[in-house]
């Protein structure tokens, strides 16, 4: 039977639609101009050989990280060079997370069994340091610091009796004191968190109330989650398989509603099925990506002024998703323990043998060639 005209084009577009003739190309068939540019790592020379799990990223050219040994190194050109500014003294503490707030001031935590935990604060770019806080109940185990601003920070220990503790400070870590555990919802057998890049716990800064704390060890992995600044708690599961040595191992909120979480099993690097996983309700409920990195991944962090794209690094590689965090993809193979990126957009990462690294985009060579 003849069709009319008409019907003709309604049935090419159905054949078009129903075999992928309108389908989006793929980023490997795009005209090379129109290619998103791709993210690199540049290493810097630190001149030390700690791991550098603790990370703070102030701008382009001031960074600090801190790690073993009692390390905190600071830049601030951008990487050329390095200071150690560590406290004295401190050989056998690991800074596991620092937050900075310029090129002068920084607060950083040491984790650790009862007075391995303590908090550093310098006001002069690490030229002294004042000990702000130990902790003296051997049960225990402080994991990571968060600050929403200038002032206000919290910072997460593992269970004592049967429930997280939280510590406040409301004047930039210069004094602290131990909430109330009447609003935390009590830990399952075995949960903790993981002290293995200062994401553990995080805030939506710029002042927000808001702040989570992501964990493992337990049964299942979990996102706990406070609008009150530490005081009182909210917790749910996630599909981020957890046990002794595996569940999230860092979160990253761009803002109160969307947030990712990473992780894995650290005792098994290479295999991480179903370990990212994103909200778009401040925490409330948790989707697997589609797409995962696939291995372990230790640390996390948004990038400014890039809509929807966000990093993931690990001992293994490091990896972007461009869609919030649906969909994973390799783009380094180098080893990492953090990522942290500033307001500006500049991001860095650190890890073993005090590897740092700014990150660069790099437009197509054909791109840069018709520029």
């Not at 008409?6 to 309108?22: D, E, H, K, N, Q």
């Not at 968060?146 to 920070?153: I, L």
């Not at 997460?156 to 400070?169: A, E, K, Y």
């Not at 990522?339 to 790099?362: I, K, Q, T």
């Amino acid at each position: 039977m003849r069709l009319p005209k008409l019907s003709m084009v309604m049935f090419v577009l159905v054949c078009l639609v129903a075999t992928g003739g309108f389908a989006r190309p793929s980023r490997a068939h795009l005209p090379s101009a129109h290619r998103p540019s791709e993210p690199s790592w540049v290493l810097t020379d630190t001149g030390v050989t700690a791991r550098l799990r603790g990370l703070s990223v102030v701008s382009g050219r001031v960074v600090w990280a801190s790690g073993s040994a009692g390390t905190i190194i600071r830049t601030v050109d951008g990487g050329r060079t390095w200071s150690s500014v560590g406290p004295p003294d401190t050989a056998d503490l690991q800074f596991r997370d620092i937050e900075a707030f310029d090129a002068h001031h920084a607060v950083a935590l040491s984790i650790g069994e009862g007075e391995q935990s303590r908090v550093y604060v310098t006001d002069d770019g690490g030229a002294t340091w004042t000990e702000t806080f130990r902790n003296d109940d051997p049960r225990a185990f402080y994991d990571c610091l968060a600050f929403s601003d200038r002032r206000r920070g919290l910072a997460l220990s593992d269970p004592v009796d049967g429930r997280f503790r939280i510590l406040s400070t409301v004047d930039g870590g210069r004094s602290w004191r131990v909430l109330p555990t009447s609003g935390m919802p009590p830990a399952l057998t075995g949960e903790f968190a993981f002290a293995a890049s200062g994401t553990c716990l995080v805030t939506a800064d710029h002042g927000s109330r808001d702040a989570w704390f992501a964990t493992g060890g337990a049964s299942v992995a979990r996102v706990f989650h406070s609008r009150d600044r530490g005081l009182t708690w909210q917790v749910v599961d996630t599909a981020v398989p957890s046990g002794p040595a595996a569940g999230i191992f860092s979160l990253a909120f761009r803002d109160a509603r969307h947030g990712l979480a990473v992780g894995g099993d650290f005792l098994v690097p290479l295999s991480a099925p179903d370990a990212a996983a994103t909200t778009r309700d401040g925490g409330r409920t948790w989707v697997t990506a589609s797409t995962v990195p696939g291995e372990y991944r230790s640390g996390s962090a948004w990038v400014a002024h890039r809509p929807g794209v966000a990093l993931a690094v690990g001992p293994t590689g490091s990896d972007i998703t461009r869609d919030g965090g649906r969909h994973w993809t390799r783009f380094d193979p180098g080893s990492f323990d953090s990522v942290d990126c500033a307001g500006d957009g500049r991001c860095w990462a650190s890890g073993e043998n005090g590897r740092v690294a700014a990150l660069a985009w790099v437009r197509p060579l054909a791109s840069r060639r018709s520029a």
